[in-house]
C-alpha cells in the first residue's frame, strides 16, 4: 500500500478461472451418457425438474404419477446421477439410522 492508501488493483482482484472448451464437452458427454443409463421412470423426472424446472406437482401431472412418485423417482435418479457421475456404477450400501 502506497502513503495515499491506494491498493494496486492487481493485489485485489483475480481473473475468473475458465475451464477448457475440451473439459465442458467431456463433462456434457459423460452426463448424457449418465442420464441415458438411469431408468426411463427417474430419467423423465430428473429431466423435468432439473432441465425444465417443473414443479413436482407439474411433473406428476403430465406423467400422471402421485407427487410423492415424482419425489421417490428424483431422489434415486440424482443419487444414481452421482455414482455414475464419480465413475462407480455399483449401488451403494445406504445408512440406516
Known sequence: MDPTG??????????????PAQEDALSARDM???LQRLPVEQ????LLVGLEDMSYKQTAEVLDVPVGTVM?????GREK?????EGN????????K
Open 72 to 76: 421417490s423417482r428424483l431422489a434415486r
Open 6 to 19: 491506494s491498493v494496486p488493483l492487481e493485489t485485489l482482484y483475480e481473473p475468473p478461472t475458465v475451464a
Open 89 to 96: 456404477g455399483a449401488p451403494s450400501l445406504r445408512r440406516v
Open 32 to 34: 448424457a451418457s449418465a
Open 81 to 85: 446421477l452421482r455414482e455414475l457421475m
Open 43 to 46: 430419467r423423465q423426472v430428473v
